[in-house]
């Protein structure tokens, strides 16, 4: 199983950038799949999610009203649209993936790992 995250670069405070995350698992559609990220130093922290039951969206407090997460199970693909970056995004963003399960804040009960993207805000 891989999952490959894209999307990350340099961007100025206010900017945006989208991350994308194709999975290659099999019945995608039966995966909550959500976005974690780890600063330099810190632990790793929960972004967001979305359920494989109902699409529902959850959302750290800290990036709720400028993060939008979305899936399109047709091509297997989690995204993160992220808007109004400030410097305290920057992080290495990382992809998971959550087989049937309604359990999404928390990074041990995720089975599968994407190998990260590097977002850096600059001020």
């Known amino acids: 199983v891989q999952l490959q995250a894209s999307g990350g670069g340099l961007v100025q405070a206010g900017g945006s950038l989208r991350l994308s995350c194709v999975a290659s698992?099999?019945?995608?559609?039966?995966?909550?799949m959500g976005w974690f990220r780890q600063a330099p130093g810190k632990e790793r922290e929960f972004v967001a999610s979305?359920?494989?039951?109902?699409?529902?969206?959850y959302y750290a407090n800290s990036v709720k009203g400028r993060f939008t997460i979305s899936r399109d199970n047709a091509k297997n693909t989690v995204y993160l649209q992220m808007n109004s970056l400030k410097p305290e995004d920057t992080a290495v963003y990382y992809c998971s993936a959550n087989f049937a399960s309604g359990y999404y804040y928390t990074a041990d009960v995720y089975d599968y790992w994407g190998q990260g993207t590097l977002v850096t805000v600059s001020s």
């Open positions: 698992l099999r019945t995608f559609s039966r995966y909550t």
């Open positions: 979305v359920l494989w039951s109902d699409g529902s969206t």
